[in-house]
């Protein structure tokens, strides 16, 4: 399995920014799929998740500007962020718990660089 992860990118305060992450391989069942971020200096935290059942659950400093949503035909989740902030700046990750023929895993994208000039 494979995570591609696309669309980061450099904009100003106010600015809005697609993120998409395709999963490819031998998948039975997405169970959740999503975002973490990453700031210079610290840790790896959540932004927003997704179940294949389309429920949702996002940090608190995003709710209201940050939209995730998916596409199990294509395995595909997507995060539309509007109204970005300086503090939204920072390597986004994209997160994948799938359900294969063999058990259930998870996997993780490349990361894609999101940046909010001030």
């Known amino acids: 399995v494979q995570l591609q992860a696309s669309g980061g990118g450099l904009v100003r305060a106010g600015g809005s920014l697609r993120l998409s992450c395709a999963a490819s391989g031998s998948i039975f069942r997405i169970n959740t799929m999503g975002w973490f971020r990453q700031a210079p200096g610290k840790q790896r935290d959540v932004v927003a998740l997704i179940t294949g059942g389309s429920s949702t659950t996002y940090a608190d400093s995003v709710k209201g500007r940050f939209t995730i949503s998916i596409d199990n035909a294509k395995n595909t989740v997507y995060l539309q962020m509007n109204s970005l902030k300086p503090e939204d700046t920072g390597v986004y990750y994209c997160?994948?718990?799938?359900?294969?023929?063999?058990?259930?895993?998870?996997?993780w994208g490349q990361g894609t660089q999101v940046t909010v000039s001030s």
């Open positions: 997160h994948a718990n799938l359900r294969r023929v063999t058990g259930s895993g998870d996997y």
